[in-house]
């Protein structure tokens, strides 16, 4: 199995312990993070990426446990899905849905602090998961009322899908939030060209126009 994380300053903040710009604490920070029980991993450096190799591999789902946790969730019956998942952590930590199903979990039960834990593991088991980022962003954004954190999160996530118009949209609603309007329109317009359907653009917009360019543009 192999897992490629970029080697750029986002790196910093899925592991954020390590000092930017520390390569060798960093290797030995991921290194100890993706140990295995039955296998060390295999760390290098190649064309501005971090490689990491070993030899466990993830398998296969177990469906049944997988897909009741999911079925719980839906029901919106938390408490029977985390030990489940958690077990499923156990057995194989390297499949990233576990650890972002979980953290999911935590925010919805207001637990952001371990939300964060788990959606960063999730992460870093798969480094270009934009559903991750999205809602690493979110949880920032909406519950720690730090919007520079959650930019942070929504433009890496933007790095892997530029036309991902949910993190478009985001951004534009807190560089709204931040006063920063004309930013926020061109994010918010950009989401509109993409997915022209979207009603949360539409509204942002709206509020923009209604302080900018009078109630009729704000109303249309």
């Known amino acids: 199995m192999q897992i490629i994380q970029q080697l750029n300053d986002f790196i910093y903040t899925i592991f954020p312990s390590v000092d930017k710009g520390d390569i060798e604490a960093l290797k030995s920070e991921i290194e100890q993070f993706y140990y295995l029980s039955d296998s060390t991993p295999k760390i290098e450096i190649e064309g501005g990426a971090i490689l990491v190799s070993f030899d466990e591999t ?111 949209n985001n951004i534009g609603a807190n560089l709204l939030k931040k006063g920063n309007a004309s930013e926020a329109i061109k994010y918010l317009e950009r989401a509109l060209e993409v997915n022209e359907t979207y009603p949360n653009s539409y509204h942002a917009l709206g509020l923009i126009y209604e302080q900018q360019q009078g109630l009729q543009k704000a109303f249309n």
């Not at 593991?121 to 480094?127: G, K």
């Not at 942070?152 to 530029?162: D, G, H, K, R």
């Open 58 to 168: 993830p398998g296969s789902f177990k469906e049944q446990m997988y897909k009741k946790a999911i079925a719980f969730c839906e029901l919106g019956d938390f408490k029977s899905a985390k030990p489940i998942l958690e077990k499923l952590i156990d057995a194989k930590p390297a499949l990233s849905e576990y650890h972002r199903n979980l953290g999911q979990i935590y925010s919805v039960k207001g637990e952001q602090k371990e939300a964060i834990d788990y959606l960063i593991d999730a992460f870093r088991w798969i480094s270009e998961n934009t559903h991750i980022l999205l809602m690493m962003g979110n949880v920032f954004a909406r519950f720690k009322d730090n919007i520079n954190k959650a930019l942070t999160y929504y433009e890496q996530c933007l790095a892997v899908n530029p036309d991902y118009f949910i993190t478009l």
